[in-house]
């Protein structure tokens, strides 16, 4: 499903969960040399980049630079569909990962999992092909360096932005772990478990999500004070 996320900042204190990094880490891997990735988070940093629009496979945003404005498209590798099977199985094998995912966070043994059963979800930088409109020589310029970094704000925000760029949005992982959950004659440990929560997920993300919201005004309302 396609999503466009509005203009970003630059996080007040950086990006902070570890899946974060390893996008800074994919995006520093992807710029050619540092005569991109400077200028590429300068522009990042400014708020140059406008709404990005997230969807299966891709990233498109806008760059503003002077009086010029440019259209960066990144591709991002979909997983295929053994991998979403592999990956929706991974989640179903402890009833607490999908409640972390949807709560905004991405359980380091998830991930861990998934590599065991061969699904790659953070990308390295080969993987993030990015074209711009500019007449810049090389490709990842500069402007797309800087909506590689502002997407790396998104997913250390909420994985799950991760995953819809992979192929499997909320909506699709829900019904991918409910038809996991009922399907079949038998049923494995821990499914009942994951069908009861997805059944009931929506009430109890809303909860987690008001709560997370709570804690970042009263953080945001502090460092505001302390300044």
Request: charged share 25%; proline share 5%.
């Amino acid at each position: 499903m396609r999503t466009t996320y509005a203009r970003r900042t630059q996080p007040p204190r950086g990006v902070r969960t570890w899946w974060g990094k390893a996008w800074q880490r994919a995006a520093e891997e992807a710029a050619y040399s540092d005569a991109e990735l400077r200028p590429g988070r300068a522009h990042a940093r400014r708020g140059d980049v406008g709404g990005i629009t997230v969807d299966t496979g891709s990233l498109v945003a806008a760059v503003r630079d002077g009086d010029d404005a440019w259209t960066v498209e990144v591709a991002v590798p979909v997983l295929d569909e053994d991998g979403r099977r592999a990956f929706v199985e991974a989640v179903a094998a402890e009833s607490g990962r999908i409640a972390e995912l949807l709560a905004g966070n991405l359980p380091h043994d998830l991930v861990e999992h998934a590599e065991e059963v061969g699904v790659e979800l953070l990308p390295y930088g080969g993987e993030l092909v990015a074209t711009c409109t500019c007449p810049h020589y090389l490709d990842p310029c500069p402007h797309a360096i800087a909506v590689l970094v502002q997407a790396g704000w998104l997913v250390d925000a909420d994985p799950l932005v991760l995953l819809a760029l992979r192929g499997l949005d909320r909506e699709a992982l829900l019904a991918a772990l409910h038809a996991h959950a009922v399907g079949g004659s038998g049923t494995a440990p821990g499914e009942e478990r994951v069908g009861d929560l997805a059944d009931d997920v929506e009430l109890a993300v809303d909860a987690a999500l008001r709560a997370r919201a709570m804690i970042e005004a009263f953080e945001s309302d502090a460092d505001g004070a302390g300044g």
